[in-house]
């Protein structure tokens, strides 16, 4: 039985073999002057442990990360701050992989006009003017090669499902984890994540876990996924 | 020789015994939502480096930082995060204290409303509204016990020692070190420092260095300041 379970951790399933992931960890920053910024709570830990999860299980993977933590030798891994940064590094990289998994927390809004130097304090008030940033998630369902999976993360602290079957619909990707970032136990910054997938036709009840055990669950509907759309491709072809 | 190195390293010059210092590390941040917040780029690192180094010359130390990064056993240290909470667990440690020392970024600016629940994205723009945070330093300044040391840093990208000059006499501090974050090879985020620390009455140049090295000179002048108070409270004692 050791023998077996060394064998087994040693020989991890590779169902995997053949994917190219691109899988996005961390918070983005976006500049309000040199010294300061806007962020978020995003630790990054949900996307490593997906990359990590992935590369045993015999993906290629490539991290685009804010977070400079260590990952395992192997993964390529592309450093970047802000939404646009993380815009760039994934749009360019899209078309080289099979899936996308969005589990970094890009900034919604950013400051129109960052200043050059720091800004001095001056009055009691001070207004910064924010704008949206682009929304890479839905950006590249758009121009994703035919066959490229894509998945979303949805961090609600309110109505989590309801929000999370939005975002699927209306960013027209393949599934949303929706999580609710209220808990104290889990979601952004925490080691631990619970949560739901949502896909068209059906959800996932994904309970209270180590994101670690909880990357191998989103991975099993990954390959889950990728089956269906094998199958799919099959029965479309004419003449098949 | 080996044996005179060996003892030194083990038993420092103590010329901070009986100090109890106060000193702050890391940067603050101010909540926007639950999930966001307004921060910036400090690390930590210089506050931490004078923690350990006056913990080494014997001093007491307890450090108030928003780095949940380890430090050595025997120094007291308190996770805050945002302005208001340093203001706090300084204001209440000041009168324990024989020295602030204010290495921490505090945010100037705060949300004036921050939001309960997450906030949805709507419109293309968005306005935050701010709000000046107290002085800490200033405000401490005012209210420290006789004989306390004060010393800020300022972290300026202009006109840096003038910006230092006008900080120490309008917070009325014993010293400021001021350095040039625009630098990329030196302050906020990075293990080295370079700036200048600036007294009523005279100027001392930090060379470019770590941020250890850099710890030390700043205590070297925390220990002169202490003698010279001391000698100067001796000769205005009447009668004596």
Redesign the interface.
């Known amino acids: 039985e050791i023998v077996s379970a060394t064998l087994h951790a040693a020989n991890p399933i590779r169902d995997l073999a053949g994917e190219h992931l691109l899988i996005t960890a961390g918070g983005t ?1 976006e500049a ?1 002057d ?8 995003s630790s990054g830990k949900m996307g490593i442990a997906l990359a990590e999860a992935a590369l045993k299980r015999g993906a290629k993977v490539t991290l685009i990360t804010t977070a400079s933590r260590a990952v395992s030798l192997g993964c390529e891994r592309v450093l970047v701050e802000s939404a646009e940064e993380m815009r760039t590094a994934v749009l360019d990289r899209l078309p080289g992989a099979t899936a996308l998994i969005m589990a970094a ?1 890009v ?3 950013r400051v ?1 006009n960052p200043a050059a ?2 800004i001095k ?1 001056s009055g ?9 940033t682009p929304d890479i998630l839905a950006e590249a369902a758009r121009l994703r090669p035919s066959g490229t999976l894509i998945l979303g993360f949805a ?4 109505r989590v499902v309801e929000e999370g079957r939005r975002k699927l619909r209306e960013k027209g990707v393949d599934a949303i984890v929706a999580n609710d ?2 808990r104290p136990d889990t979601g ?1 910054g925490s080691d631990h994540n619970a949560g739901v997938m949502l896909f068209a036709d059906r959800e996932v009840r994904l309970e209270l876990s180590s994101k670690w055990t909880m990357a191998e669950r989103i991975l099993d509907e990954v390959h889950r996924l990728r089956v269906l759309r094998d199958r799919s491709e099959v029965e479309l072809t004419p003449g098949y």
């Open positions: 920053r309000i040199p010294v300061r910024f806007l962020g978020n709570r927390a900034a919604d809004y129109t130097q720091k304090k009691e008030k001070l207004t910064l003017e924010l704008e949206r961090a609600e602290t309110e970032v209220s952004i």
